[in-house]
């Protein structure tokens, strides 16, 4: 039996419909998350160079962008339970050039950076005010790692009921296993996939 029979007979997989407006959410495409002697590591250099295409096509259109870094404050009072399993996290300040986006995904002015200390870029932040403010009801996203923040940003979105694309090239771990099942498990129940070649699905 094929794996994926489970899925189908459980009617997972679906096709996400189209919304009316798209936003792209960069998560966390910051110094060190490309960075294999900080957080980075695998395919996510290669991810972050498949978006600035992507980055550019959403430009072009004038849709919103939203760039997430994470951020904890200088003496650690705001590093929760997460800390704890990955303390290195507490490095990632707001001066410290790792927390910082990378130069070839370097936001323009008028563009949102959301600063936050969880996996998810929705989680405890003002991202849902700001899509709905912009009339977005549907979000694409990039960004790393494919298991982590990027997976728990989907799950979030569509918990809030915004339809998510994950840009399956534009999304990198620092090990092929988690991100290809994240890849897999996120297209079964979260989310449309799609390569960056395909953005006319979303823009059209």
């Known amino acids: 039996m094929d794996e994926t029979d489970i899925y189908r007979k459980q009617q997972m997989g679906g096709l996400i419909g189209?919304?009316?407006?798209?936003?792209?959410?960069?998560?966390?495409?910051?110094?060190?998350?490309?960075?294999p002697n900080i957080f980075g590591g695998g395919n996510t250099l290669e991810a972050a160079e498949a978006t600035v295409p992507v980055l550019d096509a959403f430009r072009d259109r004038e849709l919103p962008i939203v760039f997430s870094r994470i951020v904890y404050a200088d003496d650690g009072s705001d590093a929760g339970v997460w800390c704890e399993k990955a303390p290195r996290l507490g490095e990632l300040t707001e001066n410290n050039p790792a927390s910082h986006v990378i130069d070839i995904l370097r936001p323009r002015e008028g563009e949102i950076i959301i600063r936050k200390t969880q996996p998810s870029v929705f989680f405890d932040t003002n991202l849902g005010s700001i899509l709905r403010s912009h009339n977005v009801d549907s979000v694409?996203?990039?960004?790393a790692t494919t298991s982590g923040c990027v997976r728990a940003t989907?799950?979030?979105?569509?918990?809030a009921n915004f339809r998510p694309t994950v840009i399956s090239d534009c999304v990198g771990d620092r090990a092929a296993g988690p991100h290809e099942a994240n890849l897999f498990d996120m297209q079964q129940k979260y989310a449309n996939l799609i390569a960056a070649g395909e953005l006319g699905r979303i823009f059209t």
Do not use: E, Y
């Not at 694409?140 to 960004?143: F, T």
């Open 18 to 35: 189209k919304g009316r407006r798209t936003a792209l959410i960069v998560v966390d495409f910051v110094n060190g998350f490309i960075d």
């Open 140 to 143: 694409a996203v990039v960004g």
């Open 154 to 159: 989907v799950v979030d979105a569509i918990s």
